[in-house]
């Protein structure tokens, strides 16, 4: 089974600052996608960067970007010029391609981001 | 316009009482799921429906049913409810032949007391 550990419960950062959230992951798939999800205190989940695991090329988003290292099974998370409304639950979640079955998210722990001001 | 809309935002109820939670979606999508997220923000697939047919369930006790009437609706019923059903439950709905992500709803807090 696909496992998604995310091992930074909390993280904290100065604002306009640059933070990494880790996250790393088990599969024995080849072709998979990768996505980061945040939850401010609305509690809606809102997706932040998506990776497809065939694209060699890191995925970016103004100013989040990711290191996709698909060898480590590794899948960080960067943050450039953290911002206030950056504060949140940062969730990191793998779905297999394929079929219909394949289609459920399996989500990591989640590590909760501080913007400090 | 919301795409994926549940309804009720928060549900407090008591022990043995039956429920329901329900779902919509506009983006025209060909699977829907329930997910739950327990009182540490782990989240965990419940179920999954493609095309009103139900593609996953994943060892949910049998107090809760999922029906989908349509492609655009996924409800979630509850019965015998129990303390340990508080959580979050999120409805979400993704186009599988896409492979894009999956959009959320914005989660129902059902509390027993």
């Known amino acids: 089974a696909q496992t998604v550990t995310q091992s930074q419960p909390e993280m904290s950062v100065q604002e306009a600052e640059t933070v990494t959230l880790s996250c790393t992951y088990d599969?024995?798939?080849?072709?998979?996608?990768l996505f980061w999800y945040k939850q401010p205190p609305s509690r809606q989940m809102i997706l932040v960067i998506r990776?497809?695991?065939?694209?060699?090329q890191n995925a970016t988003e103004n100013r989040f970007s990711v290191n996709f290292q698909k060898a480590a099974k590794s899948f960080s998370l960067k943050i450039s010029d953290s911002q206030l409304g950056d504060a949140a639950m940062y969730f990191c979640?793998?779905?297999?391609?394929?079929?219909?079955?394949?289609?459920?998210?399996?989500f990591g722990q989640g590590t909760r981001l501080t913007i400090n001001p | 316009d919301t795409a994926v809309s549940q309804t009720p935002k928060y549900l407090v109820t008591q022990m043995g009482n039956d429920k329901s939670i329900k779902c919509e979606q506009n983006?025209?999508?060909?699977?829907m799921y329930w997910y739950k997220q327990d009182s540490k923000k782990f989240l965990k697939i419940m179920f999954s429906?493609?095309?009103?047919?139900?593609?996953i369930n994943e060892t949910v006790p049998n107090r809760f049913s999922p029906k989908s009437p349509d492609k655009a609706h996924l409800n979630l019923h509850i019965n015998s409810l129990e303390l340990g059903d508080s959580a979050v439950y999120f409805c979400?709905?993704?186009?599988?032949?896409?492979?894009?992500?999956?959009?959320f709803g914005q989660g129902t807090r059902l509390t027993v007391v």
């Open positions: 599969t024995s798939e080849s072709d998979y996608y």
């Open positions: 979400a709905s993704s186009q599988v032949a896409t492979g894009r992500e999956a959009f």
């Open positions: 429906y493609n095309n009103k047919e139900l593609i």
């Open positions: 990776q497809e695991a065939y694209k060699q």
């Open positions: 979640a793998y779905r297999r391609t394929g079929n219909k079955g394949a289609q459920k998210l399996v």
């Open positions: 983006l025209g999508h060909d699977t």
